[in-house]
T-cell receptor
């Protein structure tokens, strides 16, 4: 199993500012995923981060608002830009269980999440 | 687009009661189905999964789920709950070969000693 850490674990930010969330995995992985869980809602996939290429964003999410970096096979960042109170959520990263090999079973390990509050 | 519905927002049970949490999905193809659990203060972790074969799957801690294709359902069951099962439970689906998980809104389970 992969061990995933996220920084910060929580933050309170002012409207209009940006926050960068870090995700570190203890082993190399092909893909990393970023999810958002708004209060009372389900987890929603924001984007898939691949090393060496641009992230792939899901419908409703754009790079200008959620820029993602993937500088190597164990690390990724998600930035929440120009924040508003509607961005208050838990942001989670996850990785597939197959590591460098793609798991045919599509399981994912999740990080502990970053709880963001925007005032 | 795929979607997942979990019928109960909050379930409260006494210890030793039986549990069934409903999950229905909408997807036009072969699916992989998951139940994830999040204990208070802990990471989201996989409880059990279904990919193919026997539609009754067993997971950790005595949980099981049954895939009923005709009903597009994947309900989670446990014959006798314990206080330590207090957690939030999420049903999720993805198309075969895809990593794009679609989650339900979650069901909070409170078990009273």
């Amino acid at each position: 199993s992969a061990v995933i850490s996220q920084k910060p674990s929580r933050d309170i930010c002012q409207r209009g500012t940006s926050l960068t969330i870090q995700c570190q995995v203890d082993s190399q992985v092909t893909m990393m995923f970023w999810y958002r869980q708004q209060p009372g809602q389900s987890l929603t996939l924001i984007a898939t981060a691949n090393q060496g290429s641009e992230a792939t964003y899901e419908s409703g999410f754009v790079i200008d608002k959620f820029p993602i970096s993937r500088p190597n096979l164990t690390f990724s960042t998600l930035t929440v830009s120009n924040m508003s109170p509607e961005d208050s959520s838990i942001y989670l990263c996850s990785v597939p269980t197959g590591g460098m090999g793609l798991s045919s079973h599509n399981e994912q390990f999740f990080g502990p999440g970053t709880r963001l509050t925007v005032l | 687009a795929q979607s997942v519905s979990q019928h109960n927002h909050h379930v409260i049970l006494s210890e030793a009661a039986s549990l069934e949490l409903g999950c229905n999905y909408s997807y036009g193809g072969t699916v992989n189905l998951f139940w994830y659990v999040q204990y208070p203060g802990q990471h989201l972790q996989l409880l059990l999964k279904y990919f193919s074969g026997d539609p009754l799957v067993k997971g950790i801690k005595g949980f099981e789920a049954e895939f009923i294709k005709s009903k597009f359902s994947f309900n989670l069951r446990k014959p006798s709950v314990q206080w330590s099962d207090t957690a939030e439970y999420f049903c999720a689906v993805t198309g075969a070969g895809s990593y794009q998980l679609t989650f339900g809104k979650g069901t909070k389970l409170s078990v009273i000693p």
